[in-house]
């Protein structure tokens, strides 16, 4: 089940997963819309007969590095924490009672070494998205739902691409790499592995983590 904002780019993951052999069904979803949600629900379990894993990928960031908190206005920061937090809220509780019908689940958060960076609303949203998987993983062990998160560090996705080729950021994914143990970009398999990995059998005894995926950047934050 592939929902987003942008119907064209649920539809173009379904076919690439349809020429791979999977099913798939797309739907055009806002995060923080409870009903929409609900739907996509609902289409899911009559589709699949179910829902066993959730990933909370939405995000938004107004690209505000760290920058006084009087450069982001009221507005903005309630759009942040709204896609960064609320909806990962309204979506894991949405998911929940499918997947305790199925015996347990797995959620994922998408979070961000921006948690640990601070100075923006973005930063906050993931830190309180951090906070929430702990809850999360708390509120649902009963229904052997396991609640984890993955932290990025900059990798090679359109956005991040998109964004360090702004004139204004010239260098600055050289600035991080530099900053690493490991001397490279990011890449889009390196969280997928992640993903898989805490999703699979080999981690039923890994709950309420955020797990940094940063190339060593933040080998600090603790």
Not at 2 to 22: C, M
Not at 81 to 107: E, P, Q, T, W, Y
Not at 151 to 169: F, K, T, Y
Request: proline share 3%; with cysteine.
């Amino acid at each position: 089940m592939i929902a987003d904002l942008d119907p064209s780019a649920g539809e173009r993951v379904v076919e690439e997963l349809e020429a791979k052999g999977s099913r798939g069904l797309a739907v055009t979803m806002n995060v923080t819309d409870e009903v929409a949600v609900a739907a996509m629900v609902a289409a899911a379990v009559d589709r699949f007969g179910g829902i066993d894993i959730l990933v909370n990928n939405a995000g938004i960031h107004h690209h505000h590095a760290q920058v006084p908190f009087r450069i982001e206005d009221l507005a903005q920061w309630r759009a942040v924490l709204d896609v960064n937090v609320i909806g990962a809220l309204i979506c894991a509780l949405s998911c929940r009672a499918s997947m305790a019908a199925r015996g347990g689940g797995s959620i994922i958060n998408h979070s961000s070494m921006a948690a640990w960076m601070g100075g923006n609303a973005y930063s906050v949203s993931k830190l309180g998205l951090n906070a929430l998987t702990v809850g999360l993983a708390t509120e649902f062990a009963p229904d052997r739902i396991r609640v984890n998160g993955i932290a990025p560090g900059l990798v090679d996705s359109e956005a991040s691409i998109e964004w360090m080729n702004d004139p204004v950021r010239k260098g600055i994914g050289d600035e991080f790499v530099s900053g690493q143990l490991i001397p490279r970009l990011g890449r889009m398999d390196d969280l997928a592995n992640m993903a898989l990995f805490l999703c699979s059998e080999e981690a039923n005894f890994i709950t309420g983590q955020t797990m940094l995926v940063d190339g060593g950047y933040m080998k600090k934050a603790f």
